[in-house]
T-cell receptor, first 109, second 112 residues
């Protein structure tokens, strides 16, 4: 079983749609969780950290369910510029980041 | 305030050669991690340096080695290159444990 699993997609959604990505992780001792965004042939960029109580940043909402070892990202009112690969990331201890393979999002007009 | 910088941007090598990639962390960051990203995959952790020591290592052979200098910059060395080493090599820096890591633009390495 992979340490971090994501649906690779692609998710094709129209502008204005709401889309949700899910991710599961295997190490119950993991303490830190993040979503990164990666554009084609670019470096990953931190989108947001994920906190136990859930957190929101504008149109983006992240949730963590420790009991189910599950992380989600919700994007509301999708924009064309949201098209990218979204990487679920778990801190595997001492700053070792473990990445999922990413979920590709394509927003169309 | 400069972010994480990596050099070179692109590199072409042949099998059996050796390569050195360089990374300067973001100002104020003391920890440098290296990742390998193959096409269509998420980045894979290679190793991390803190206080000039390798603190953690992923599942990579000894052909992959590194170094951190007193100014926190770092090098990744790969010996006896294989075709499968072709990938984007990413450097990330952070300040302290469990803090978000910030990535450089990466070095795209192609092995012929």
């Amino acid at each position: 079983r992979k340490e971090v699993e994501q649906d690779p997609g692609p998710f094709n959604v129209p502008e204005g749609a709401t889309v949700a990505f899910n991710c599961t992780y295997s190490n119950s001792a993991s303490q830190s969780f993040f979503w990164y965004r990666q554009d084609c042939r670019k470096e990953p960029k931190l989108l947001m950290s994920v906190y136990s109580s859930g957190n929101e940043d504008g149109r983006f909402t992240a949730q963590l369910n420790r009991a189910s070892q599950y992380i989600s990202l919700l994007i509301r009112d999708s924009k064309l510029s949201d098209s990218a690969t979204y990487l679920c990331v778990v801190n595997g201890g001492a700053d070792k980041l473990i990445f999922g393979t990413g979920t590709r999002l394509q927003v169309f007009p | 305030d400069a972010g994480v910088t990596q050099s070179p941007t692109h590199l072409i090598k042949t099998r059996g050669q050796q390569v050195t990639l360089r990374c300067s962390p973001k100002s104020g960051h003391d920890t440098v991690s290296w990742y390998q990203q193959a096409l269509g995959q998420g980045p894979q952790f290679i190793f991390q340096y803190y206080e000039e020591e390798e603190r953690q290592r992923g599942n990579f052979p000894d052909r992959f080695s590194g170094h951190q200098f007193p100014n926190y910059s770092s090098e990744l060395n790969v010996n006896a290159l294989l075709l499968g080493d072709s990938a984007l090599y990413l450097c990330a820096s952070s300040m302290g444990q469990s803090q978000p890591q910030h990535f450089g633009d990466g070095t795209r390495l192609s092995i012929l």
